[in-house]
Protein backbone atom coordinates (compact mmCIF):
# COMPACT_ATOMS: atom_id res chain seq x y z
CA UNK A 1 0.00 0.00 0.00
CA UNK A 2 2.72 2.40 0.74
CA UNK A 3 5.78 1.98 -1.84
CA UNK A 4 9.20 3.95 -0.74
CA UNK A 5 11.59 4.69 -3.90
CA UNK A 6 14.44 6.73 -5.05
CA UNK A 7 17.43 5.71 -2.74
CA UNK A 8 20.58 5.25 -3.58
CA UNK A 9 24.56 5.56 -3.19
CA UNK A 10 25.72 9.55 -2.98
CA UNK A 11 28.39 11.64 -2.09
CA UNK A 12 28.33 14.34 1.05
CA UNK A 13 26.61 17.40 -0.30
CA UNK A 14 24.80 15.89 -2.49
CA UNK A 15 21.11 15.42 -3.21
CA UNK A 16 18.60 12.91 -2.72
CA UNK A 17 14.47 12.93 -3.29
CA UNK A 18 12.73 10.00 -1.96
CA UNK A 19 9.33 9.26 -3.14
CA UNK A 20 6.34 7.14 -1.14
CA UNK A 21 3.45 6.34 -3.52
CA UNK A 22 0.03 5.27 -1.84
CA UNK A 23 -1.51 3.03 -3.62
CA UNK A 24 -4.77 3.74 -2.06
CA UNK A 25 -6.38 7.51 -2.00
CA UNK A 26 -7.28 6.55 1.72
CA UNK A 27 -3.91 7.41 2.09
CA UNK A 28 -4.37 11.42 1.41
CA UNK A 29 -6.35 11.86 4.65
CA UNK A 30 -3.44 10.59 6.54
CA UNK A 31 -0.88 11.72 8.38
CA UNK A 32 2.42 10.58 6.62
CA UNK A 33 5.87 10.23 8.57
CA UNK A 34 9.11 9.68 7.66
CA UNK A 35 11.77 7.52 9.27
CA UNK A 36 14.88 5.95 9.37
CA UNK A 37 17.33 2.89 10.64
CA UNK A 38 20.60 3.41 10.43
CA UNK A 39 23.18 0.38 11.10
CA UNK A 40 22.75 -1.25 13.90
CA UNK A 41 20.57 1.22 15.48
CA UNK A 42 16.98 1.58 16.30
CA UNK A 43 14.70 3.15 13.70
CA UNK A 44 13.99 7.44 14.63
CA UNK A 45 11.94 9.73 13.59
CA UNK A 46 12.96 11.87 10.49
CA UNK A 47 9.50 14.43 9.44
CA UNK A 48 6.36 14.28 9.79
CA UNK A 49 3.45 16.08 7.22
CA UNK A 50 0.19 16.59 8.03
CA UNK A 51 -2.68 15.29 5.76
CA UNK A 52 -3.85 18.89 4.27
CA UNK A 53 0.20 19.33 3.95
CA UNK A 54 0.50 23.08 5.42
CA UNK A 55 2.01 21.45 8.83
CA UNK A 56 5.36 19.80 8.99
CA UNK A 57 7.26 19.14 11.79
CA UNK A 58 11.47 17.93 11.53
CA UNK A 59 13.74 16.35 13.41
CA UNK A 60 16.43 18.07 15.27
CA UNK A 61 19.36 16.54 12.91
CA UNK A 62 17.49 16.86 9.68
CA UNK A 63 15.91 20.44 10.22
CA UNK A 64 17.11 23.07 7.37
CA UNK A 65 18.32 19.94 5.34
CA UNK A 66 15.52 17.90 4.66
CA UNK A 67 11.81 19.39 2.84
CA UNK A 68 8.77 16.91 3.28
CA UNK A 69 5.82 17.57 0.69
CA UNK A 70 2.85 15.83 -0.58
CA UNK A 71 0.47 15.99 -3.19
CA UNK A 72 -2.66 13.52 -3.40
CA UNK A 73 -0.95 10.47 -3.97
CA UNK A 74 2.63 10.77 -2.85
CA UNK A 75 5.03 11.73 -0.14
CA UNK A 76 8.35 13.42 -0.86
CA UNK A 77 11.32 13.96 1.11
CA UNK A 78 13.84 16.36 -0.52
CA UNK A 79 16.93 15.69 1.11
CA UNK A 80 20.07 18.22 0.21
CA UNK A 81 23.36 18.15 2.23
CA UNK A 82 23.58 14.98 2.74
CA UNK A 83 26.02 13.73 4.89
CA UNK A 84 27.16 10.38 6.39
CA UNK A 85 24.82 10.01 9.32
CA UNK A 86 22.13 10.02 7.24
CA UNK A 87 22.93 6.68 5.94
CA UNK A 88 19.80 4.71 7.26
CA UNK A 89 17.05 2.59 5.44
CA UNK A 90 14.44 4.75 4.93
CA UNK A 91 11.02 4.25 5.52
CA UNK A 92 7.80 6.04 5.04
CA UNK A 93 4.35 5.63 6.88
CA UNK A 94 0.85 6.29 7.69
CA UNK A 95 -0.87 7.26 10.75
CA UNK A 96 -5.18 8.11 10.82
CA UNK A 97 -4.40 10.35 14.03
CA UNK A 98 -2.05 13.82 14.30
CA UNK A 99 1.15 14.18 14.20
CA UNK A 100 3.79 11.67 16.07
CA UNK A 101 6.96 10.95 16.13
CA UNK A 102 6.77 7.49 17.69
CA UNK A 103 6.92 4.64 14.98
CA UNK A 104 4.40 2.82 17.45
CA UNK A 105 1.61 5.11 16.60
CA UNK A 106 1.90 3.93 13.01
CA UNK A 107 -0.45 1.82 10.86
CA UNK A 108 1.13 1.50 7.88
CA UNK A 109 4.57 1.11 6.56
CA UNK A 110 6.41 1.04 3.46
CA UNK A 111 9.09 -1.24 2.45
CA UNK A 112 12.04 1.02 2.95
CA UNK A 113 14.90 2.24 0.92
CA UNK A 114 18.27 2.77 1.19
CA UNK A 115 20.21 5.55 1.66
CA UNK A 116 24.03 5.61 1.55
CA UNK A 117 26.21 8.53 1.97
CA UNK A 118 29.94 8.63 1.43
CA UNK A 119 32.37 10.81 2.98
Known amino acids: QLQASGGGLVQAGDSLRLNCAASERTFSTYTMGWFRQPPGKEREFVAVISWIGGTNYYADSVKGRFIVSRDNANVYLQMNSLKPEDTAVYYC????????????????WGQGTQVTVSS
Open 93 to 108: AARRSYFSSDPNEYDY
